[in-house]
Structures are given as C-alpha cells and as structure tokens.
C-alpha cells in the first residue's frame, strides 16, 4: 500500500530539495519517476519558484506524460507559468500528452502570443479538440467537459456493445455508457454491468435507461456540479443545443469545482480574492488586498463622520466614547454571523426567496433574544462600571435596535446581491458590517445626545 | 431528458402543496414518486414541519424505499427526526432498505431509547454491518464506508471474475474490483474494463495493479476525502489495522464530506455553528449564536477598557474618539483577510510549518504597503477635515503598526489553534480581530496621549 499523506509529501519534498543542491540528476529523476501527479503537484507548489522550475526541467526531459499530468495537477495558472518558458513548438507537443480539456486550460493561460502561436501548431495535430473547448465561456460545462466521450450507436446488442467497448481506445474512465442514435443524439444510458448481465443479443434499446441527466454546452459549472452532487453520478454527459453528445464531465472535475467554489465563497466572504492561495507573490495579491482596505477605509470614514456629529456630546461627556465601540462591534458580529449562514445556504441552494420570510423571522427572533440576553448583561457591566444607570439602559436598548438592524441586514444584501447577478459573498462582513458600525454610533451617540441632561 | 434545476423544484414544491391542502393523496403520491430522491430531500426541507411529515406519511407507505432515500438526502439529523415519530419495529424495517452506512447514521441521530429498541431489533435481520458501523468514531473512514463491498480472490481467472461479478447482488457502484487474499488482506486492484480486454484465462494477479490506495478505518473523513480528491479517485478501500477489506469508500460520500467541511470552515469563520442551515429553528441554534455574541462582548468590553485608560485624553481632545474606530476597523479587515487565506490553505493541505516563514513574509510585505497606502489617504482625510497634521501623522503612523500586528496575528493564531489540535476555523474574526482592536485602540490613543500637549 503507498504510504500517503503529508507526511511523506513532506519526505520526498526535502530529498528533491536535496538532489537538486547537489545536481544528482539521475537520482531526482527516478525519484519524481515514482510519484504520482497529484503529489508532484504538491511538491512542486512547495518548492521555491527556482527549484520548481529546476525540478520541472528534469522531468519533462524524460517523462513529459508524467510532468504535463503533474502540470495539470497544479492548476491552469500556475501550470502555464512553469510551460510559457518554451518554445511553442516543444509546448504543443508536451500538450499532446494530455486529455483536450486539461490542455484548454493550460493554453488558455499562457500569454498572449505564445498561446495564439501553440494554438496555430496543434490545430492539425489533437484535430481541433482544444480548439473548440477554448470557443465556450469560462466556468461552464463545455469548457470543463472531456470531448472524447465514447458513444454506443442504439440499434447494437449487449455484446455489440461489449465489442466496440473493448476497441475503443483513448477513453477516459468509462462507468456509463451514453447511447446516441445516428445523429449523435443522446438517447440513454447503460452500465456496464448491466451489458455483463443479459444475453449478449439483447438489443441495447431494451436495457438501456431513457431518462438521462445530461447539462448544456453553457450551463454554468456550478450547476453542473450541483446535479452531479445531488443525483450521486459518476459522470454527466453534455449536449449541444440539439441534444447531439458532446462531451462528458467526470466527478473529478466536479470536486475540483466544488472545492474552487468552496474557497472562492470564504475568500471573498473575507475580503479576499477568491483564487488566491497562501503561497501567492505578495505583489500579484497587493491590487485586491488594498482594494478591500481602501473600501474599510472609506467605510470606516463614514462611520467616523457619524461619531463627529456628535463629538460636543463626547467632549462633554467622555465615557460615552468608552462605550461606543461595543454597540457598533455587537452589529458586526450579528451581521456576519447572519450573512454568513445566508450566503452558505445561497450556495447550497437551500435560501430561495421562497423560504425569505422563515429566515428573517428566524434572525429577527434571535436578534431579539440575543439582543435582550446580551443587552443586560452589557448594562450591569457598564452600570457596574461607571455606576450610571441611565447610561446603562441606553447602551443596552442600542444594542438591541442594532442586533435587529443586523437580522434585516445580513439576511438582505446577500439575496439582494444574487437577485442583481452579483456573487453574495462579496458581501463580505466589510460591506455589510457598515451598515451595523453607522447605525451602531448613530443609535448609542444619539440617544445619549437626547438625554444628555439626564447623564451629567 | 429530465428537466433539472431549481425552477422545476419550485413547481412540483408548489403542487405539492396544493395536493396536501386539498387532501388529494392519491395524485400527491403520484408525483412525490415521480422525483429522483435528491429531488424529494430539497422539497421536503422546503416544505413547513406540518407540510414535510405529511407528505413523507404517504410517501412512506406506499414507497418505503423511495422515502427512505429521500431521509437519507435530507441528512441524518432532519431525516432521524421525521423518523422519530414511529415505532420501533417500523423503523427497523424500513431501515433494511437502505445502505448500512445510511441506516447507521439514521439510527445514530434519533432519541438515545429509541435508537437503542431500534438496533435490537435490527441486528438479527442485516446481519450486524449496522451495529458494527456504529462502533467506528464519527467522521472517521469506518462511519463513512458502505461494509458491503464486492471483493476478488487473488487466484481467480478473468473469466471466473466475471461471473463472480455476474453472480454478485446488492453491490453498489461497481468500478474498481479489490483483490483479497484468503484471509481478506487487501492485495490489489483492477478495473472492469480491464478484465474485459484480456483473454478469459488470464490469472487476475498477472493483470491486478498491486499498488493501491487504501484508507484505514479510524483514519479521519477529511483525509479521506483529500486522497480520493487528489488521486481522482472514484472509490478508496477501507482496511483494518491489519489490511484486511473492511469496506468500501465511494465518492458520492466523499462530495458530502467535501460540501459539509467546507461548510464548517465558511460558517465557524463567521461565528456560526458548522452544521447550521438556513431552515433550522431559532430555538434550536440559540445556545451557539448567542455564546459566539456573549464572547464578542467580552472582547468588545476589553477594548472598552482599552479606551477607558485615555478617557481623560478623550475629554481634554474629543476629536480623537472620532478617528479612533478607524484604525481598530483598519486592523480588523487587515486580519479578516490573513487568517481567512491562511484557515483555507491548511484545508486544502497548502499551508504547513514548511512554508510558514514565507506566508508570514508576504503579509507581511502587505502590511507594509497596504499600510503606508491607506495611512497616507488617511491622514490626508484627517488633515483636509480636521487641519491638525499631527493628529494626522499620529493617525497614520498607528494604522501601519495595526497592519503589522494584523499580519503576525493573522497569520500565526490559526497554526497555533492548528498544532493544539483545534479547528484553525474558530479563529473566526470574533478571536483573531481581539488583538487588532485592542492593538489599535491603544496605539492611537496612546501616541496621542504622549503627544497630547503638542495637539491642543
């Protein structure tokens, strides 16, 4: 049994790190020779910008199937890095290695003119499988699909069938079998271990199950992923506009969607890039990074703007800017606790407006409660504290109008977000958090402001 | 080709309330049987409690087999609980006709008396791969695995193998055939593809891939999920601490593992229970939302105190609690953003000790930026607004120093919580924001205090 795991990855990281100090060629050779390209990928990832490039060198020399695979394995992005350093000539052959749609995506992050210059060289070779992918639009079924699906015609029998499967060459794991008629319609679908289990004279039609499950050429990859998780499928066939076969999107790839789509909605929900990694080039990341910043900033400026209206009231009174900050900071633990659960179910695809009203009773119960719950307990601390009753049950009853304000908030921009087209998660707790900080200032300043003569 | 997608839902969600108003059962169940399980799980969390056990009591004694794969779809928690309201001996039968691993975590979440009068019950009759299931720890390979898995003897022919397989029932998903020895010691591997290319003598062991991958039985969910995502694999074998085939991991569960950790990391971020959805009652997620805002208190009292150090500088310039939120706000996005990359890379296995000296040189490289940026814009905010360049200087040279805090806390909380074996999760911005609003209160107001006699 390969031993796997971190902890090996960890192993096999620091031998490559040595061989390549030392030059031994040979060795790091028949040493990345015996793993498997997912861990490659890892290593390479690990490995600094020079030694991956060092690494990758000695391999593709000698196992370019083994190398392109590991490639593919680390993502287009990076993958395309580690290949725009050769000629287009050498690229376009290392590209044959590969299944069509794991070579789209490499080309397609080239630069420019490299990729425009492979793009003319493998035309007549691979016969226009990568070519076509790279016409459909990011993120949807066509462009994530394998092209090379195989087909069974619908007037075979069972061991017709069995035949033309043990014939067919080049095709990727093969669990469903999809049956066209003669103009590649998609028709059904057939296990094969149902053909095993008939009569080899069975005709296909007989045993094969009409209802399939397939998705469109642009039907967004979320949704791809979605069917695929919900009905349990290994695999889920793709057809034109006219139900010709085109393809087929394999559970593997939808994991890797899935887990895309995963970090895409916590990295924005924090106000961060959906595709940035822990090992990115901080100047690639600087632009988002100080995008989100610069909007806390002015966020943050509002909120002060808020405050210095009613700064005499603070000169006259300082405690009150003790205080201050607790109402604003419960908002914004309120609210991103709600948008949170709003845009996971959004993603999940359990919030519909259907369910609208159930959710925001829900949160605006919990705001109440918590609200009411975590209100006294800041009113005896403060009355504790400064021994000022009625600045006590201000503080307390501003809190509880900003918990509702957050219940509202939270469970609104995100579905209002979606509603325009815009991703909910963007909603990060930096927008969303605004409101709460405003209305936060506004309510505690200026209720005390009000009764200002009563607190002196 | 079924029409699929959340439209669809939302008109047989619709009908089906219709039909339950009006008491048609017999079209109620025509429909509800009509829909793939997946389907019916949606329309019954869609529906009100009322609405779901309704429908599910038709649907249950009609189609048990139909209803109980839609329980399972539910989750075991919702489904246990639309379970809890029949009996014993019910249960128990309708349990047989689902897979052991769904049954297992069914029975695992109803009420303690009846879960226990139910695996009575249930022993004699599935034979005890129920019972066994039960045994392994949660989240871990054993829960997860299906005990009936379809295995080879190492000595078998093609020919004999596929008649074995042909004389098998009951065996889900078959792909890849495990080869065991006499005693069950996992030795290899084949696909069924590949049994169907050789001549009908080959001894399986000539054709038998001996490397494979396998997960042990206490080996942890989110381990197994990464192998099976990593190595593109469709199923992973579940072996004792012997290596003998205890069971089979498919990746449909591996989906679910995937969906439900990223899930737990998005919502624990933003201080909510992993396992909260949308739908749940108010009552019921009480206790963890209001423990999260109860602890956000105590930080924002904290802070509070911080403040209550400088009150006499407060009263003396009112002026400084106008800017102050802004730079304990500018270090909360600054660590919302680090730790939200930093817990996603120890997710998905990117982040680890090795690398830590890099991530923590590139948050850091962005404090500094993104801190001299935003500090320039807002000390020419502070000037333009206030006119007093020292206050403004004060303003800036404090939200650089919270940047670089943010990046060291950012970064080093979640591998601390990491190595102390806690979710790296729970460093949701309620913990990690602690240090930069405690941070940045006491820089600001502090270094206006030191200077406070140049400032009036």
Known sequence: ???????????????????????????????????????????????????????????????????????????????????????AEEIARLLQELPSDDAAALIDHLPEELSAAVLVLIRPKIGGGVTELLEYEEQTAG????????????????????????????????????????????????????????????????????????????????????????YNLLAIPVVDAEN?????????????????????????????????TVLDPPRAVFPKRNLWRLINLGTAV??????????SSIQTLATLAVFMPIVASMGGIATTQTATVVVRGIALGDMTTSVLRRVLWKELWLGVTTGAANGLVIAAIAYLWKGQLLLSLILAVALLFNMLIAAV???????????????????SSVIITTFTD???????LGLATLLIRFLL
């Open 1 to 87: 049994m390969p031993m796997a795991g971190q902890r090996r990855i960890d192993l096999v990281l620091e031998s490559v790190r040595r061989l390549l100090r030392m030059g031994a060629t040979p060795n790091l050779l028949n040493l990345l020779q015996k793993q498997h390209p997912a861990d490659l990928a890892q290593i390479f990832s690990e490995l600094s910008e020079r030694e991956r490039h060092a690494a990758f060198n000695v391999l593709v020399e000698k196992n370019g199937k083994l190398a392109m695979e590991a490639l593919s394995e680390v993502g287009p992005e990076k993958g395309a890095q580690l290949l725009a350093l050769r000629s």
């Open 143 to 230: 462009r994530l699909m394998n092209p090379n699906v195989f087909a069974l015609a619908e007037d075979l029998t069972a061991g017709e069938s069995i035949t033309a499967l043990q014939q067919a060459r080049d095709v990727e794991m093969v669990f469903y079998l999809y049956v066209v008629d003669d103009r590649r319609h998609l028709v059904g679908v057939v296990s094969l271990r149902r053909l095993l289990l008939v009569p080899p004279d069975t005709p296909l039609k007989r045993i094969m199950t009409a209802e399939v499950y397939s998705v469109r050429v642009d039907t967004d990859q979320e949704e791809v992923a979605r069917q695929v998780a919900s």
């Open 244 to 276: 010709k076969l085109t393809g087929v999107v394999t559970v593997d790839d939808v994991i890797d969607v899935i887990r895309e789509e995963a970090t895409e909605d916590i990295q924005r929900l924090g106000g961060v890039a959906g595709d940035e």
């Open 302 to 311: 509002l909120a002060a703007s808020v405050i210095g209206l009613f700064e």
């Open 409 to 427: 908030v939270g469970t609104l921009i995100p579905l209002a977000l979606k509603a325009f087209r815009v991703d909910p998660a963007i909603a």
């Open 438 to 444: 405003v209305f936060g200032f506004f309510s505690f």
